[in-house]
T-cell receptor, first 113, second 115 residues
């Protein structure tokens, strides 16, 4: 069974600050994938990134970066120079040997102008 | 390319009424999912179809809920009779099947309020 913990319920930062959202997961699968989704105030769920368990290279996409540490079962997400438009709920979701994603409870990020 | 399309976007109905939510998956995707999101329970998988066949409906709350996928481009989620506790956002999502860890793409959701 898989489990994911997003311990930060809500984070508030001032615009242009960097912010890191934590994600810790548990899985017995040897091969698995990890996902991050964004849910802005408008409500839709937007796919951000997919990583597989064999690729521990960090990934950067513009202001977004992801740090995957298999040894600590963490897949953290950092936003550099945050903007008001980054305000959203962010979900981490591991997916193991099945079609089932296990979504975390989400972290609500508020970026203040 | 069109994403997952859901309708209606918003629905307000009275307790006891039948509610039908509709979904058109992304063309070429043969896996379809219905999720429900509430404050209390977060995102829950209700049912999963692969090639139009229901594979896992263990998340369907009770017999009042039913889902169908008559063809590759259409699915419905029906609640009959509806109850206030069914108020939630219902998401349809789709992915390409057959590979581990396929990305799931979500629709914009159907916001259901049962009064």
């Amino acid at each position: 069974a898989q489990k994911v913990t997003q311990a930060q319920t809500e984070i508030s930062v001032v615009e242009k600050e960097d912010v890191t959202l934590d994600c810790v997961y548990e899985t017995r699968d040897t091969t698995y994938y990890l996902f991050w989704y964004k849910q802005p105030p408008s409500g839709e769920l937007v796919f951000l990134i997919r990583r597989n368990s064999f690729d521990e290279q960090n990934e950067i996409s513009g202001r977004y970066s992801w740090n995957f540490q298999k040894s600590t079962s963490s897949f953290n997400f950092t936003i550099t120079a945050s903007q008001v438009v980054d305000s959203a709920v962010y979900f981490c979701a591991p997916s193991g040997g099945t079609y089932k994603y296990i979504f975390g409870t989400g972290t609500r990020l508020k970026v203040l102008a | 390319d069109a994403g997952v399309i859901q309708s209606p976007r918003h629905e307000v109905t009275e307790m006891g009424q039948e509610v039908t939510l509709r979904c058109k998956p992304i063309s070429g995707h043969n896996s379809l999912f219905w999720y429900r999101q509430t404050m209390m329970r977060g995102l829950e998988l209700l049912i999963y179809f692969n090639n139009n066949v229901p594979i896992d409906d263990s998340g369907m709350p009770e017999d009042r809920f039913s889902a169908k996928m008559p063809n590759a481009s259409f699915s419905t989620l029906k609640i009959q009779p509806s109850e206030p506790r069914d108020s939630a956002v219902y998401f349809c999502a789709s992915s390409r099947a057959g590979q581990l860890g396929n990305t799931i793409y979500f629709g914009e959701g159907s916001w259901l309020t049962v009064v």
